[in-house]
């Protein structure tokens, strides 16, 4: 099944600056935006996502590629003529405004009758809970609040799309998981579109239909949570979701050798040398000297909670981290020193090239 | 041991100064103030207390005359400078930077470091010359020279609430369908507000207090207060000269109350 795409980018590229000093915020990036997905544009600071939400809203001109809506170029369009809505990482209230006047200013613009308005604006703030404040100015309201308002606001229209600029980084830990499952909610009971940015590799996971990892002003990969979690393409994205051990390898016939001289079965396309990189929670520890396991030793354990890291070294010294589950009883890893054997759950070990 | 900060008040001398200050600031507006009300005719003799010079002030039809023009002058310039400087701001912040703007700030600031007496005399005879081939001898003249005198006094305390105030709301209001001219019309002038209060204010005390220029541009019979009171100089002083300083004072605190009231509501 082939799904409407919503908004693309074409080998979109923005530069700043000038002569020399040319950085290049947005290198060539082309990617398709599927009608109705929760869409999460995932990376470290500075890596472009910012910049690509503002080409897509209209804020910034790109410095060559085009922006598609719904196979129409909107490339040279300015906001305000397009049917996209954006949730500001700052909210960008209008604190001359009262809440009902915030939700409904982008109706107000496009002209609709009061009627019209005063409806729309009751339902938005039906769906976000915030009926009784309707009437206060907005610096009377907590970040929580505030944060509801963006979004009504930015929802009222009725937009193609909605992009949301990291919007859940000013609020608590507890409203953070709060707001996560209502924009979860609202995305679902509006069926909009949303694009969101975040470096928060964990909402990126919960939230999303499909995550476009970001580097360095290119986009990595783009897939769902579970492709990238378990299939990264390369040693950024394998490192920037969650964590994972790295272990230097060179192919040989049937799988790679690593640098303790072990083999490991897995398949893969590539040639020479390359890494070998398998999470945490996939490496079993297993008795010393059991047959086909690599040979490790204890070094020291790391108590989360629910689980336990146990940080071990193979024969030449390279660090393999193992999740294992806390027991309900008695010390939780494996006692220091203790020599061991590790495996990797089948199918779990993963070659990137280097 | 909490750490013992720098005070200015720890200095020696700081009270006779502080005071010293005060004096020299309000005692000669005490002065003023108080011989307003002499019932005598020396602005230096005390004589016992009258109103008659109000009065007299209220009754005579020159100060009646140059009052009106004042204010007309003043308003006009008030008006035509604050939308001036409004426009100069938007221009000078809401964009990105470019060559040469630190020369526009420059230029817009001008009157401010141009000895007034050269820009005074600059004007009479520029002004002369269009006298002479319009033939036009009304008040235009004073208008158009307080306008732009006035400007930057208007520029600086828009600049300045411009320059604080976030971006994003106006990138927020074109991102709701807003066009440039509705953005400005609903978000940056409402928001706005004060600054141009603020310059609207200042502009129109600088254009009531101005004598200078006014003397050098006005065509006879176009005295305002100011250079009605300095004509004044030139005869006998009678305390009517002190009875309209201290209406214009008076004048002058209730603008600022009323600003001061209208900003601090705002916040």
Redesign the interface.
Known sequence: MTEAVTIEARNAVKAFGQGDHVVRALDDVSIQIRKGEFFTLLGPSGCGKTTLLRLI???EMPTSGTILLDGADITDL????RP???V?Q?Y?????LTVAENVG??LT??GRPKAEVKARVDQMLALVKLEPMAGRKTSQLSGGQQQRVALA??LA?QPKVLLLDEPLSALDLKLRKEMQVELKRLQTETGITFIFVTHDQEEALTMSDRIGVMSAGKLQQVGSPKEIYTRPVNRFVASFIGETNFLPATVVPGGVKLSTGDVVEVATAAQGTVTLTVRPEQVRIVGAGEAGAIAARVKFNVYFGTDTHCHMALADGTEVVARVQSPASGEAGVVEGTDVGIRFAPGAAQVLED | MAERRFEISRIPGFATVAVATFVMLYLPIAALVTYSFNAGNSVAVWEGFSLHWYQDAWNNQAVKDATARSLIIAVCAAVISTTVATLAAMGTTRRARFRGDTFIYVAINQPLMVPEIVTAVALMILFGMVKEATGYQGLGYLILAHSAFCIPFAYLPIRARLEGMDLSLETAAGDLYATPWQTFRHVTLPLLGPGILAGAMLAFVISLDDVIITEFVKSGGQDTLPTYMLGQLRRTMTPEVNAISTALLALTVVLLTIFFLLTRKRE
């Open positions: 809203a209209g804020f300015p906001p305000n003529r996209v809505n954006t500001f700052s960008a209230l209008f604190p001359h200013f982008g613009m496009q606001r930015a229209p």
